[in-house]
């Protein structure tokens, strides 16, 4: 059943702190920081590698309709703690912690990027029940590509991207901050990719690239057939990182799937087409929520 909820914080955009920061202490006993604002159904938004939860700023807007829990996950943002080397699984039970923490049900769950590999170990384990859906955006199965998988990046693609962050990782963000988008250049997104870029920046290099190596290692192709929970999956068509046929793999692998692509988006179409992508999360949360209502 879709949640309810009630306004507990107020937004911010603040990196590293601010009014409306809230914290949660995991079972290792990090603190990880978080926004809670909005009321209604529990929309927990799960950003991507070097970002933070200031990246779904324009996701704010749905705050009429949604409780937005806005993580910064392990690493990252106000979460971010010196000598971390965070994986996947460990991120991912920090989010399921967090849910259980405070009380959540009929939640739906957005990965963006790494985000959504870590959604899924969420999905796939005891939490599930907590989800009524997912979103996914513009993500894969599988990052590293081999003989028998090519819907990721190649070895030596992989390879260059350790190498970069360990050699120039300053350079290394700020490339990747503008790659995020399909025209960084373009006057309504120049601003947004330097502020993409500076923000990428400002993470610890052996942090990302620990967990760099850690979603390089993540192969969720089994776990995806056990995730029963209906998801969207949301494709920008103009992303420099994963095709069209990825997004159709995934519809194929999970067993309630639909994709929707963003025509004039790259990697990153909740902020590059955020009033599309809004009204797209609303009509996907009343589907939810019609579809319940006939099952019971």
Known sequence: MLGKGRRVGARTERRGGGEGLRSFIASDGARICYRDEGRGIPLVLLHGLM????????????ADHFRLIRIDLRGHGASARPG????????AADVSGLVEAL?????????WSLGATI??????????????????????????NDEEWDLGLSAEACAART?????????????????????PSAEGTRELA??????????????????WESLVGQDVRALLRGIRHPTLIAHGARS??????????????????RAVRFDRSGHAPHL?????????LRAFAENLRTTQATNI
Not at 84 to 91: D, K, S, V
Not at 103 to 111: E, V
């Open 103 to 111: 009380d959540l049900h009929g939640t739906i769950g957005l990965g």
């Open 240 to 257: 420099s990182l994963y095709g069209e046929d990825t997004a159709d793999h995934l519809v194929a692998a999970l067993p309630e799937a």
């Open 272 to 280: 590059e087409e955020p009033d599309l992508f809004n009204r797209t």
């Open 163 to 183: 190498a970069a962050i360990r050699a120039d990782f300053a350079s290394f963000a700020a490339a990747a901050g503008q790659a995020i988008f399909a025209d």
């Open 194 to 211: 330097a502020y993409a870029s500076a923000e990428f920046a400002r993470n610890d290099p052996a942090t990302i690239a620990a967990l």
């Open 119 to 144: 959604l899924w170990h969420v999905l796939a384990g005891a939490a599930a029940g907590r989800f009524a859906g997912a979103v996914v955006v513009d993500m894969t199965a599988r990052v590293l």
């Open 51 to 62: 970002a933070h939860g200031g990246f779904f700023r324009e996701q704010t807007a749905l």
């Open 84 to 91: 971390e080397r965070p994986t996947i699984e460990r991120i």
